[in-house]
């Protein structure tokens, strides 16, 4: 009897240090799938200061080939964001960060990178619909 008792005292005190480390080992993912996203959000902030700091409406070449490469690095921190993870925050959040923040941004690029005003445009306006969705969800 007192085996049998050992044994179920040890296996609930193991599948309870399982759980913890399961839920802490989760935390852990969910705390690296925010420093992706904030290291994006941070990338393409510098973009956008970069462009806005010049108060003539002329872009250097530089200016606009640091503004394409400081986007590459948002979409590249940004695609390494596990959108179910924002999804279980929110209903859909993962799903508009994909389709209007990275495919907004990845839109620009291509229009910058291909000479296409209509294609960059319209990834803006997917970037601003995600912003414009974020601000009425209170995200």
Known sequence: MKKIFIFLTTTILFISCSKEKKDS????YNMMQFEHMKKSIEYNNKAIE????????????????EHIELLKKAVNEAKKVDTLVLND??????NFYEKKYIQG???QIKGYETD???LAIKGQILYDEYIDWKAKEGL
């Open 50 to 65: 970069l462009i806005n700091s010049d108060t003539s409406l002329t872009i250097t070449q530089n200016q606009m080939n």
């Open 25 to 28: 080992n989760n935390d852990a």
């Open 116 to 118: 296409n005003p209509t």
């Open 105 to 107: 941004i990845e839109q």
């Open 89 to 94: 925050i929110k209903n859909k959040f993962g």
